[in-house]
């Protein structure tokens, strides 16, 4: 399991990328296969937070389309599965006073690249057309025979100084007609952020993941354990001391 790290927010030094969505999408794809050449037709479950989510289906989308290159296909062909936790698949309505209050929620989407903010706003055309051609791009690849199981999670809980959930279940959910779905008891942050093994968003996310794994014949009971034990080794077990805190993560998403 790798975890790769997309700029679509400022980094720890606030530095700010410029790239425009579509950017980040194909950037996303050519990473993606720069580190599976080693075995590149093994099984990919995609665990997405917040704007990662955004990203995959959009780099997904891109991946089987006439005018991609053929060599980003296989990382269709081989998508098994995706997990999104809290992804605005339909906006947030925080997003527009993102803009005009910036500096005052800044903790929510901090130093986010402008243009992509803007297309973050709740009922975003731009958001519509990405969930609209990710249906389509399923229900298609569906009636070939290739199904990608979904599972959305959304927040039950709003971050400190807000009044409701930063992405709210009509956002969080894609509305698809096999799409697992599930509220977890946190908010936006911690919804990939859990203190331990007994937290209950790391066992619904962690159960679902291992099912998937199993479903994708990854192997024996025993890899399975391994998989499972390998989810604190990418980040999903972390120290929430800081839990109130209200500084947003930047968004990962994880292969």
């Known amino acids: 399991m790798t975890r790769v790290s997309r700029e679509l927010l400022g980094d720890r030094r606030g530095i700010i990328s410029a790239n425009t969505r579509c950017q980040h999408a194909m950037s996303l794809l050519s990473g993606l296969l720069d580190m599976r050449t080693d075995d590149p037709d093994r099984p990919i479950i995609f665990v997405t937070h917040s704007l990662g989510g955004i990203l995959i289906k959009d780099a997904l989308h891109k991946s089987c389309q006439p005018t991609s290159s053929p060599r980003y296909t296989p990382l269709f062909t081989s998508t098994h599965s995706i997990l999104f936790l809290g992804t605005p698949n339909h906006g947030s309505t925080y997003a527009r006073v993102g803009r005009s209050l910036a500096s005052k929620i800044c903790f929510i989407f901090r130093d ?31 009636s070939r025979g290739k199904r990608i199981r979904v599972a959305s999670f959304a927040e039950e809980l709003s971050m400190r100084g807000l009044t409701s959930p930063i992405v709210h279940t009509r956002s969080a959910f894609i509305r698809l007609p096999d799409e697992i779905t599930e509220t977890i008891w946190a908010h936006h942050r911690d919804l990939c952020r859990f203190g331990d093994e007994f937290d209950q968003g790391y066992n619904s996310i962690s159960r679902r993941i291992v099912e998937f794994a199993a479903d994708a014949s990854v192997g024996s009971e025993s890899e399975r354990s391994r998989l499972r034990l390998s989810l604190e080794d990418v980040g999903l077990v972390e120290d929430v001391d800081d839990e109130d805190s209200g500084v947003a993560r930047r968004e990962d998403v994880q292969v």
């Open 112 to 142: 986010t690249n402008s243009n992509l903010l803007r297309s973050l706003e709740y009922d975003s055309e731009i958001l519509e057309r990405i969930s609209d051609d990710f249906r389509n791009t399923l229900a298609e690849s569906e």
